[in-house]
């Protein structure tokens, strides 16, 4: 029974049809279809029911794909345990920000890239939340505070961020001294999430309103350069406007406390070896260590 095939019908299952899953294995269709013919024919059973929206397990076919799904995975992890050292192959599928992913973890990714010369990186730049599992990433970078899930996370840096406001909108409206007063103000966001900023020791929790939403933090930024109200924003974005004047921190007595970039990925005992080095990668550019005379302090 050939792997090609069990990792194929595994794809084709979990993404529901074979064109997804040609995309997710980077191979055409007919490719696909060509497998999973072979395979129902060793087998001697129908494994999925075509359809015109795509392909549904039957009885047969639910009851295979967790097997297939343990071998396809265990002989991932015998590959792993007997390559040399350093060599990783096969393909990494990653979802990363659209905000500053481009620009702040496309050139950790190119790196690894270049590492491991063998290996495959597919990456999906967005600012939604991708299920892992139905979409057959293998993990995702992700910042800010993170929402209660299933998934497992691994801390790899800081993440530093403030409230920022435009001159023009300062001059109009006033700038907000405490929490209290910010719910007095427009407040630019993604979605209904709420804002946690320090009170001393304290971390305070505000859920402020605003009419401007965006799932994008560029976006965002141009909003509240623009004059549209007050942004909580990671500095990556906001330090040119800063700069350059387009933007001023508020809110300063009460910054938000250091938010953090993780990789997570779907709970199980064992992670991917690519998933490790991509971990330890962005650690490495991340969250450096101190310098020694630091340390000795």
Request: charged fraction near 20%; hydrophobic fraction near 40%; include cysteine.
């Amino acid at each position: 029974m050939d792997i090609d095939e069990l990792r194929t019908f595994v794809e084709v299952a979990d993404a529901g049809g074979v064109s997804p899953a040609a995309q997710r294995l980077g191979v055409s269709k007919s490719i696909v279809s060509r497998r999973l013919l072979r395979l129902e024919a060793e087998l001697g059973v129908q494994l999925l029911a075509r359809t015109t929206r795509g392909a549904a397990l039957t009885e047969a076919g639910a009851t295979f794909r967790d097997y297939a799904a343990k071998v396809c995975a265990d002989i991932d992890v015998a590959r792993e345990t007997i390559a040399p050292a350093g060599e990783l192959r096969g393909r990494l599928r990653v979802a990363v920000p659209l905000s500053f992913g481009p620009t702040h973890f496309a050139p950790m990714l190119a790196e690894m890239a270049r590492r491991h010369p063998q290996l495959q990186i597919h990456t999906c730049y967005s600012d939604r939340f991708v299920d892992l599992v139905t979409e057959g990433y293998d993990c995702a970078i992700r910042v800010g505070y993170l929402p209660d899930s299933n998934l497992i996370a691994k801390r790899v840096g800081p993440i530093y961020g403030k409230l920022v406001a435009s001159p023009d909108y300062i001059k109009a409206h006033g700038a907000p001294e405490t929490p209290e007063e910010l719910a007095a103000h427009e407040a630019l966001m993604q979605g209904t999430e709420s804002w946690q900023l320090m009170d001393g020791d304290n971390i305070i929790t505000v859920r402020p309103q605003g009419r401007f939403k965006a799932d994008n933090g560029v976006a965002l930024v141009a909003a509240a350069a623009a004059g549209l109200g007050i942004a909580y924003l990671p500095d990556c974005l906001t330090h040119e406007y800063i700069a350059s004047g387009a933007l001023m921190p508020v809110m300063t007595r009460h910054p938000p406390p250091p938010a953090g970039a993780y990789v997570v990925r779907a709970p199980g005992q064992h992670p991917a070896r690519k998933i490790r080095v991509l971990t330890e990668l962005l650690i490495e550019y991340c969250d450096p260590p101190p310098p020694l005379a630091d340390v000795d302090r």
